[in-house]
């Protein structure tokens, strides 16, 4: 039995903050029902992060969406708003990540639903936050890394700021949001008490740099100084970073350069006794090793390096990895189908519970496919 079985969770949500934290919730057992418009649905179903279309709509959609319901009801119309009452007061949870306001507007905001189901635990995520001049701005992810200063972490120097290839804000504060909500429905257990849970982009991404910000915060307000290559961390010293060979790339983390001098058999790095050179003149360090390093293969630098117990890496694409035993072993892929008979492979939850993997066959729903039985399951109840 899934831990969170018998509970129930309506969404509102779109894109990908609240769909990824409801994601993970019906991963752990929850119903999930999604609150889409008739005609469009989510928009992220339009919402292609590549130009692939799998059975009409985006791959994203499909990722972050599998093993949920969908209910379609037009939230300006009255008899559908009546059947939407009727679910949320018998849900264990309410979420969504509209501005704030919208929710105010449309009348289904924390303090209306808490008024019909006193148990609630309604979460909600935002963009900046629901105070402050931000607080009406576009909560898009490059935005919010453009914003908070993560940009400048990646890449080298001379890069300018540089973003990361993934909508990680939007993926953090989802995680956020379910952390927040399954701590709610724990205390719930003791006090019977609902709770609202509010999560902004904004601090999601702040609390994501929390080692580089509290560096930042009693370093006299220095700001990160990336190295000018195979910068991987603007805080740490030589040799971290991603390195080319004669056939691939390798990374290093940290690791002693006296001793990876040895190792290498490279005379340049010899130079480098003093530990504390492993910052002050990291530029120069990984400049020798750059060219070093290109010498010899993959696969010849990791026969040295492993076996000295040097914390280094491949460098692998998806590709290779899911060709590799590492990988293989994890039973991380699996597919799922949707109620038309589309089937298409996807991630699994990355969370064992007494080491018991946690997947489903469901694939993601197609807009209101679910209308009906929600309305016979849940709708009909105040009739009989």
């Given at each position: 039995m899934k831990p969170l079985e018998d509970y129930?969770?309506?969404?509102?949500?779109?894109?990908?903050?609240?769909?990824?934290?409801s994601l993970r919730l019906a991963d752990l057992g929850a119903r999930v029902i999604k609150i889409e418009r008739p005609d469009t649905g989510d928009i992220c179903?339009?919402?292609?992060?590549?130009?692939?279309?799998?059975?009409?709509?985006?791959?994203?959609?499909?990722?972050?969406n599998r093993n949920k319901e969908s209910f379609a009801a037009d939230l300006k119309n009255e008899d559908d708003c009546k059947a939407v009452w009727q679910l949320l007061e018998q849900a264990?949870?309410?979420?969504?990540?509209?501005?704030?306001?919208?929710?105010?507007?449309?009348?289904?905001?924390?303090?209306?639903?808490?008024?019909?189901?006193p148990g609630v635990v309604y979460g909600e995520i935002s963009g900046y936050g629901s105070e402050g001049e931000w607080k009406?701005?576009?909560?898009?992810?490059?935005?919010?890394?453009?914003?908070?200063?993560?940009?400048?972490?990646?890449?080298?120097?001379?890069?300018?700021?540089?973003?990361m290839g993934l909508s990680i804000v939007d993926m953090l504060a989802g995680a956020h949001l379910s952390q927040g909500i399954l701590a709610c429905l724990y205390g719930k257990i003791k006090t019977g008490e609902g709770a609202l849970v509010q999560v902004s982009m904004l601090d999601s991404s702040l609390d994501f740099q929390f080692e580089t910000v509290t560096t930042f915060l009693n370093d006299g307000n220095a700001l990160p100084e990336r190295t000018k290559s195979n910068n991987a961390n603007a805080y740490l010293g030589?040799?971290?970073?991603?390195?080319?060979?004669?056939?691939?790339?390798?990374?290093?983390?940290?690791?002693?350069?006296?001793?990876?001098?040895?190792?290498?058999?490279?005379?340049?790095?010899?130079?480098?006794?003093?530990p504390a050179e492993a910052f002050t003149k990291r530029d120069q360090?990984?400049?020798?090793?750059?060219?070093?390093?290109?010498?010899?293969?993959?696969?010849?630098?990791?026969?040295?390096?492993?076996?000295a117990d040097i914390w280094c890496a491949d460098v692998l694409n998806w590709d290779q990895l899911m060709n590799?035993?590492?990988?293989?072993?994890?039973?991380?892929?699996?597919?799922?189908?949707?109620?038309?008979?589309?089937?298409?492979?996807t991630t699994r939850c990355p969370i064992r519970l007494d080491g018991e993997i946690f997947s489903s066959p469901k694939g993601s729903p197609k807009i209101g496919e679910d209308n009906d039985q929600i309305t016979k399951e849940f709708l009909q109840l105040e009739k009989n």
């Open positions: 129930f969770v309506i969404d509102f949500s779109q894109f990908l903050s609240g769909p990824s934290a179903r339009t919402l292609y992060t590549s130009n692939l279309v799998m059975n009409g709509e985006s791959s994203v959609f499909h990722a972050i264990d949870v309410v979420m969504h990540n509209f501005r704030p306001g919208v929710m105010e507007r449309l009348g289904f905001d924390y303090k209306s639903v808490s008024r019909i189901n009406d701005k576009p909560g898009q992810d490059l935005l919010l890394q453009s914003l908070t200063g993560l940009t400048w972490l990646s890449g080298n120097a001379d890069h300018g700021p540089v973003p030589a040799p971290y970073g991603i390195y080319q060979t004669a056939d691939g790339h390798l990374a290093l983390a940290m690791g002693s350069i006296p001793v990876l001098a040895k190792l290498l058999e490279c005379e340049e790095l010899e130079q480098f006794v003093d360090i990984k400049g020798v090793l750059a060219s070093h390093l290109k010498k010899g293969t993959t696969g010849k630098w990791l026969s040295v390096l492993e076996p590799h035993e590492g990988f293989k072993v994890l039973d991380m892929v699996q597919e799922v189908q949707m109620t038309d008979g589309y089937s298409y492979q």
